[in-house]
Nanobody, 122 residues
Framework: HVQLVESGGGSVQAGGSLKLSCVVS????????MGWFRQSPGKEREGVAG????????LYADSVEGRFTISRDNDKNTVYLQMNSLKPEDTAMYYC????????????????WGQGTQVTVS
């Protein structure tokens, strides 16, 4: 059973930065494609960023391209989301998720999810 725990959310002013972390309890973390998602009230869950098992390839939603950076440390079983130049529209609950196959950030393809961490930008 794979468990994911996010941290690092909080409240920040527009233009500020936050770095989210997601620790994965799995002996095979390096075999998972990882993604970050967000969801705000009344909206569908949106794929924000994805990263391949080696970390060599990443994928971003257009809305965050150039502002957010996803990375991973396979020795620490952790995936990160560095968020810069935050905007009020980035306000949402942020989730990390894991899957073994298919390099994309479609939420329905990810079977393992964390509980989320709230990000509020004012």
């Amino acid at each position: 059973h794979v468990q994911l725990v996010e941290s690092g959310g909080g409240s920040v002013q527009a233009g500020g930065s936050l770095k989210l972390s997601c620790v994965v309890s799995s002996d095979t973390f390096s075999s998972y494609y990882m993604g970050w998602f967000r969801q705000s009230p009344g909206k569908e869950r949106e794929g924000v960023a994805g990263i391949t098992t080696s970390g060599q390839s990443t994928l971003y939603a257009d809305s965050v391209e150039g502002r957010f950076t996803i990375s991973r440390d396979n020795d620490k079983n952790t995936v990160y989301l560095q968020m810069n130049s935050l905007k009020p529209e980035d306000t949402a609950m942020y989730y990390c998720a894991a899957k073994r196959y298919c390099d994309n950030i479609r939420a329905t393809t990810f079977p393992f999810w964390g509980q989320g961490t709230q990000v509020t930008v004012s």
